[in-house]
């Protein structure tokens, strides 16, 4: 079994920066890795960015590329969310969720695991 606990959301104005945090804790996937999804009102869920469980590999999706960064801090078993230039469309609850399977998760199904969501709202 793996548990994430994300933390980090608030409210912030157009163009600032947040860091959002999962730590993770249980059992651990030589092959898996961990990804944040978001879900804003009324959407469907969405892939942000997702990184391997040795933290050497990573992919962030297209429509925060740029702005958004992943990264882990092996020795706090903490996967971050780096969020900069921050815009009212990035207003969601953020995920973080556990894999088995880094190369093909993509997608919300792919992930067994889930924390239970951080609020991020973007608003002046």
């Known amino acids: 079994q793996v548990h994430l606990e994300e933390s980090g959301g608030s409210l912030v104005q157009p163009g600032a920066s947040l860091r959002l945090s999962c730590v993770l804790s249980?059992?651990?996937?030589?092959?898996?890795?961990v990804g944040w999804f978001r879900q804003a009102p009324g959407k469907e869920r969405e892939f942000v960015a997702k990184?391997?469980?040795?933290?050497?590999?990573?992919f962030v999706a297209d429509s925060v590329k740029g702005r958004f960064t992943i990264s882990r801090d092996n020795y706090r078993n903490t996967v971050y969310l780096q969020m900069d230039s921050l815009q009212p469309e990035d207003t969601a609850v953020y995920y973080c969720?556990?894999?088995?399977?880094?190369?093909?998760?993509?997608?919300?199904?792919?992930?067994?695991?889930w924390g239970q969501g951080t609020q991020v709202t973007v608003s002046s």
């Open positions: 990184i391997n469980w040795t933290g050497q590999r990573t």
């Open positions: 249980g059992r651990q996937f030589s092959q898996g890795g």
């Open positions: 969720a556990g894999t088995r399977d880094y190369t093909n998760s993509f997608a919300s199904q792919a992930y067994s695991y």
